[in-house]
């Protein structure tokens, strides 16, 4: 048995409402229940017994909430009139038991039927229910939590002194009209904060801004890479335990804080803020040299706006770099940190979720993703913990054609991806007739999802093959191969839905003339919040964490977060944890170790150092000098952020122009030129070249194809906007082929057997990079 409490209470009105009586706009009462724990001392018909709460004690088991009505609208009063309300109108077994609820019901009645009678009402039960309101559903629009979106925003730098144009907010964002500034120089990509404001359901009300809402922004970033570990491979990985140990980078500097590049955090608040010294962070130092690690502005509608360092990087010492991550008394102007808002409204005080913010090196090939971006790879983590759902049903157009679509776009980056899955290849995949039987649950289409699908890598099966799809280096990578991840396998997530689709358990949604959303005021208000997240994230490698272009290995550790695309916080004020002299992989595994909480800098600390000398060294068809190779255009590393073959102005050019005969067109069309062959000849001198000319490298750029030709796309990425003198233009094969020597580890021997392996190289009319390429060579006794 239970025995019913009721404890009315009232509730603030909202803010600026009003309400004739000087009552608020509802009343609300808590619904309490005890527990009959003793018959004999918890008597049900003697009310002067007090049930004692230490013996039972109430629990809340609901809130009844009565919104305020008109009781003078057309109807109501004569409504009201015949309602009667008590605990009898209920089902039997909820109907008040005892003689003292027995005693009440006839009071009940009789004061009933003596209202009536004073009223002139019949005493009769009312009539059936007025029909249910076609009006739409009510809908709760006060506010009680905000959150900042994208959770983790991506900037990335660029040498332009002050153009700068928005990180991506939508998946099929539009390219911008130009990715250089009138002098040439590279322009810095902006990530854009956003505040939303939910209500006590999760759902998004608003979009708070400055003018439904007081905001103030808080930033705090920083760049402790050279304070940190090297990278030798990822320590979540079993060949991590055969790498070369991650020891401290200058290990010899004391103190270590001298390192450490903090300029402490920045606020804002207002529209419109920009240009001010109070907004920048340039007030850290490194070795007692100031570093510019970027500013803070708001735009119109008092949204933060962060703009990160200009890429530059320079050594204490004016010593050359010699290795592609972790180079001593350099640094780099790349951070990240915890992005904070302050949210009033009509005074107010609005809890709000923060977010983060990476600074990472520059995007050369806009628009393009990765296979498996940091977004495939976060939701899979995510799934893999519980903390979001498994997909239930799978959807061809978000689930697979992304997959499919990934592989044939880095034709515009990779020569070898561009004769197999590139216009006119024999997996192009895109092709229209394909894709329709593709798209398609018609059991005769089956075996071609089964060989598409048995074509991607699995790592059990595969091994170190380099057949499989996609042809993209591991986290393993190493000459020779020593382990199956020497090459990227997709995510357990993608796989197991490219599973379901091989076998028809999909949803056959794809539509060709379907249009994108480009614009994030486009989608509905409920929808923006995630696309921010997963845009961010979609234009961010997943693979390879060699050690990673925008982010690295600890990204795949649910620890890392406090929800699915949110980074947790550590305490402010609490000093960074120390782990001696090497960081060995049980300590970066260990509970509440580095793959925890995070604090400024703590996410690029793991990166290369500077990042120009890993971009420079991300590559594809790597080859050790032994013989015939695979091939010297696959596999290859992070093409669609670092192109490896474009297709060059002077081709698109032929290419485009209907005076030339068709077959020189197609030929025009399929050549690809070296991204890096404006680079000098030799591996250190184009990692160490990269450093200063990295913002006059091109960018792959959207072109219009022909329309007088067939056999040749709509649409073309050409290489654009190379900003070197006339007199750097080297010829079009230089460095085409980059040959790994092992024997040049030893500087007593480097120059002979770099030139033996030059002069062995095949075939003689291509260019050849050779040398001693630490990226490649993670396990030195298996060389």
């Known amino acids: 048995?239970?025995?019913?409490?009721?404890?009315?209470?009232?509730?603030?009105?909202?803010?600026?409402?009003t309400c004739g009586t000087g009552w608020p706009p509802e009343g609300a009462f808590d619904l309490f229940v005890q527990v009959r724990a003793d018959p004999e001392r918890m008597p049900l018909d003697r009310a002067t017994v007090r049930w004692e709460e230490a013996e039972s004690a109430p629990v809340r088991v609901a809130r009844l909430t009565l919104h305020q009505q008109d009781t003078e609208a057309r109807g109501q009063p004569a409504y009201g009139e015949n309602l009667a309300f008590n605990p009898w109108h209920s089902l039997p077994v909820h109907r008040p038991a005892g003689s003292i609820a027995e005693a009440r019901r006839e009071v009940y009645r009789a004061s009933a039927a003596r209202r009536r009678d004073a009223n002139g009402v019949p005493a009769t039960e009312p009539g059936p229910a007025r029909p249910a309101s076609t009006?739409?559903?009510?809908?709760?629009?006060?506010?009680?939590?905000?959150?900042?979106?994208?959770?983790?925003?991506?900037a990335r730098v660029g040498d332009s002194a002050e153009g700068f144009f928005l990180a991506p907010e939508v998946d099929d964002a539009p390219p911008e009209a130009a990715y250089k500034d009138a002098t040439g120089a590279l322009k810095r990509q902006a990530v854009r904060f956003r505040v939303y404001g939910f209500n006590a359901a999760g759902q998004p009300v608003a979009e708070l801004t400055a003018d439904n809402a007081d905001l103030r922004w808080t930033v705090h970033v920083a760049n402790k890479k050279v304070a940190w570990y090297q990278f030798q491979l990822a320590l979540d990985i079993p060949e991590a335990g055969e790498a070369p140990p991650s020891r401290l980078r200058n290990a010899l500097v004391r103190p270590r804080s001298k390192l450490v590049i903090d300029p402490g955090s920045r606020s804002v608040r207002g529209r419109?803020?920009?240009?001010?010294?109070?907004?920048?962070?340039?007030?850290?130092?490194?070795?007692?040299?100031?570093?510019?690690?970027?500013?803070?502005?708001?735009?119109?509608?008092?949204?933060?706006?962060?703009?990160?360092?200009?890429?530059?990087?320079?050594?204490?010492?004016?010593l050359p770099a010699t290795d592609f991550a972790n180079n001593d008394g350099w640094h780099d102007d790349v951070a990240d940190g915890p992005v904070r808002a302050e949210v009033r409204i009509d005074g107010r005080s609005i809890p709000v979720e923060p977010a983060w913010v990476v600074v990472a090196p520059p995007d050369y090939a806009p628009g393009l993703t990765s296979v498996r971006t940091l977004y495939d790879m976060l939701r899979d983590t995510y799934v893999t913990a519980g903390l979001l759902p498994r997909p239930q049903a799978v959807s061809f157009t978000r689930d697979v054609l992304p997959v499919l679509r990934r592989l044939c776009d880095l034709q515009w980056v990779n020569h070898g991806l561009a004769v197999q899955f590139g216009h006119g290849g024999r997996d192009h995949l895109l092709a229209p007739e394909r894709l329709a039987r593709l798209a398609s649950r018609n059991p005769a289409h089956k075996e071609l999802r089964r060989q598409v699908w048995a074509s991607l890598r699995h790592l059990d099966r595969d091994g170190m093959s380099t057949v499989p799809w996609p042809s993209v280096y591991g986290d393993a990578m190493n000459l020779p191969p020593v382990s199956p991840r020497q090459h990227l396998a997709?995510?357990?997530?993608?796989y197991d839905l490219l599973t379901r689709w091989m076998n028809g358990s999909f949803t056959e949604d794809f539509r060709p003339a379907a249009v994108p959303v480009t614009r994030l005021d486009d989608l509905p208000l409920a929808e923006r919040p995630a696309t921010l997240?997963?845009?961010?994230?979609?234009?961010?490698?997943?693979?390879?964490?060699?050690?990673?272009?925008?982010?690295t290995w600890p990204m795949r550790h649910a620890t890392l977060y406090s929800a699915p695309f949110r980074i947790k916080h550590r305490d402010t004020g609490l000093p960074d944890q120390q782990y001696g002299s090497v960081l060995t992989p049980q300590a970066a595994l260990a509970v509440d170790g580095p793959l925890y909480a995070q604090g400024p800098g703590h996410l690029t600390r793991w990166m290369a150092v500077p990042w120009h000398t890993d971009t420079a060294s991300c590559r594809s068809g790597y080859d050790q000098g032994f013989g015939p190779r695979y091939d010297p255009y696959l596999p290859t590393f992070w093409p669609a952020r670092v192109p490896n073959h474009v297709l060059a102005e002077e081709d698109y050019a032929i290419a485009m122009d209907p005076a030339r005969p068709l077959e020189e067109r197609r030929l025009a069309f399929e050549r690809r030129s070296v991204w890096l062959r404006w680079l000098p000849t030799g591996y250190e001198a184009q990692i160490n070249d990269m450093v200063r000319d990295f913002g006059k490298l091109g960018i792959v750029e959207r072109r219009p194809g022909p329309l007088d030709t067939p056999g040749l796309p709509e649409m073309m990425l050409v290489e654009s906007e190379v900003t070197f003198a006339p007199d750097e233009a080297p010829p079009r094969e230089r460095s085409l082929i980059t040959v790994h020597v092992p024997e040049a580890v030893d500087p007593a021997v480097r120059a002979d057997a770099v030139a033996a392996a030059a002069a062995l190289a095949e075939p003689p009319d291509e260019g050849v990079s050779t040398g001693f390429i630490t990226k490649i060579s993670r396990f030195p006794g298996r060389a």
């Open 490 to 494: 997709l995510s357990p997530l993608q």
């Open 1 to 17: 048995m239970i025995r019913r409490q009721r404890r009315p209470t009232r509730t603030r009105p909202s803010s600026g409402a």
């Open 533 to 551: 997240d997963r845009a961010a994230l979609s234009f961010c490698l997943a693979d390879a964490f060699h050690p990673g272009c925008e982010l």
């Open 272 to 318: 419109d803020r920009a240009g001010l010294p109070e907004l920048r962070f340039d007030t850290g130092t490194f070795l007692g040299t100031p570093v510019h690690l970027g500013e803070l502005r708001t735009d119109r509608a008092g949204r933060l706006l962060f703009l990160g360092g200009r890429g530059g990087a320079a050594s204490a010492d004016s």
């Open 135 to 154: 009006e739409p559903p009510g809908r709760d629009t006060r506010i009680v939590r905000a959150a900042i979106h994208p959770a983790i925003g991506v």
